[in-house]
């Protein structure tokens, strides 16, 4: 069906900067929503941002002015830039994708997520 990688998590200082990736790959005849969410120990997992096909992004209002989310079309590509990060911004973040698969030319709905990437802000 449709996979996703994530790349860019990492240890930084309070303050700084991190810029998340997820590819998906497969059959894949369109996509409608990608999304980033994260989850902290013994935290449920939470949204980040999501971003919709023509539509502007969504935000919790923890990132609001802070992290961006961007979508590279041609490329199945999401983006998150998190700036200005704080230790309670450190969790496992999870890529996510909604939209359709190619199934022997019949579109098919897929739920995809990715397998987290750990980000963690610490002095």
């Known amino acids: 069906q449709v996979q996703l990688v994530e790349s860019g998590g990492g240890l930084v200082q309070p303050g700084g900067s991190l810029r998340l990736s997820c590819a998906a790959s497969?059959?894949?005849?369109?996509?409608?929503?990608m999304g980033w969410y994260r989850q902290a120990p013994k935290n449920e997992r939470e949204l980040v941002a999501t971003i919709r096909s023509g539509d502007d992004p969504d935000y919790a209002d923890s990132v609001k002015g802070r992290f961006t989310i961007a979508r590279d079309y041609a490329h199945n590509t999401v983006y998150l830039q998190m700036n200005s990060l704080k230790p309670e911004d450190t969790a496992v973040y999870y890529c996510?994708?909604?939209?359709?698969?190619?199934?022997?030319?019949?579109?098919?709905?897929?739920?995809?997520w990715g397998q987290g990437t750990q980000v963690t802000v610490s002095s």
């Open positions: 497969g059959n894949i005849f369109s996509i409608n929503v």
């Open positions: 996510h994708c909604l939209g359709f698969y190619d199934s022997n030319s019949i579109p098919k709905r897929f739920d995809s």
